[in-house]
Nanobody
């Protein structure tokens, strides 16, 4: 089965850091762009970042630009999201998803992970 599995979430203090991982099984990530999305309680899912299949193109939501960095290691079949200077408003379930290209809307992605909880609280 084609699957994406997120990991690395947890509880951190404001200003802290986490690195999320998105690992593929049943397929290789070489030919896919990978997007990160998040969904906070009572809010719709929003795009956070995306990286092209080659890693040559990245984009970020304005709210996370500079603080977050997306990267990929195709040899490990894994995409990462390094999150620094975390704020309480970053609290959400974070999802990764695969598509042929980077899109800003959830409808453009074909395969989704189960999500990992990130909680930023003092």
């Amino acid at each position: 089965q084609l699957q994406l599995v997120e990991s690395g979430g947890g509880l951190v203090r404001p200003g802290g850091s986490l690195r999320l991982s998105c690992a593929a099984s049943g397929f290789t990530l070489d030919n896919y762009a990978i997007g990160w999305f998040r969904q906070a309680p009572g809010k719709e899912r929003e795009g956070v970042s995306c990286i092209s299949s080659s890693g040559g193109h990245t984009n970020y939501a304005d709210s996370v630009k500079v603080r977050f960095t997306i990267s990929r290691d195709n040899a490990k079949n894994t995409v990462y999201l390094q999150m620094n200077s975390l704020k309480p408003e970053d609290t959400a379930v974070y999802y990764c998803a695969a598509s042929p290209y980077c899109y800003t809307h959830t409808a453009g992605y074909d395969v989704w992970g189960q999500g990992t909880q990130v909680t930023v609280s003092s």
